[in-house]
């Protein structure tokens, strides 16, 4: 079960960074989501790894299913995708209070581009208890148009 909050930020959070990746992130479905990632190392280490995740509809909470995949299966199923670009994702991860905060500038340069966060919780007690601080901006856990799914459906498949 993932459980996570999300918030619309404008500028980056002035903590020291944990890690920095960059991400690639295709879809293979909308309905259900099933997506693949290629994360690749920003801070010096060189490595990458890829992932293939699945997830079913929910705002808060919702249920997910991820398998990593070798470099040659990520290239196959990216052929899948039917040549969109990949959402390209410049993302550090922090520690707000013991939590993960997670923080991504999505397609810079680009007129979509768009900034975001998340924190990831281990129970739903927790993530309704969590208080954020104002310099998070508007949170968008309830929004049905604030998903990535739907940024690639607009932004990639036109529609």
Do not use: N
């Not at 909050?5 to 960074?17: A, I, V, Y």
């Not at 060189?46 to 808060?60: F, M, N, Q, R």
């Not at 995708?81 to 340069?109: M, N, Q």
Request: hydrophobic share 30%; aromatic share 12%.
């Amino acid at each position: 079960m993932e459980i996570e909050r999300k918030w619309h930020m404008q500028g980056e959070p002035k903590l020291p960074p944990l890690s920095h990746a960059r991400i690639s992130q295709s879809y293979l479905s909308l309905e259900p989501e099933v997506r693949i990632r290629k994360y690749e190392d920003l801070m010096g280490g060189g490595w990458a790894t890829y992932d293939l995740t699945i997830k079913s509809e929910g705002t808060l909470a919702r249920e997910e299913i991820i398998k990593p995949l070798s470099a040659e299966e990520y290239e196959i199923l990216l052929r899948m995708t039917g040549g969109c670009a990949p959402i390209v994702k410049d993302h550090r991860t922090y520690d707000y209070h013991g939590y993960e905060l997670e923080y991504s500038t999505v397609d810079a340069g680009m007129d979509s581009s768009f900034t975001y966060a998340e924190v990831e919780f281990p129970s739903l007690e927790a993530a309704r208890a969590f208080e954020p601080p104002a310099w998070f901006g508007t949170e968008t856990t309830e929004e049905q148009g604030f998903r990535m799914k739907g940024y690639w459906k607009q932004t990639r498949l036109g529609k």
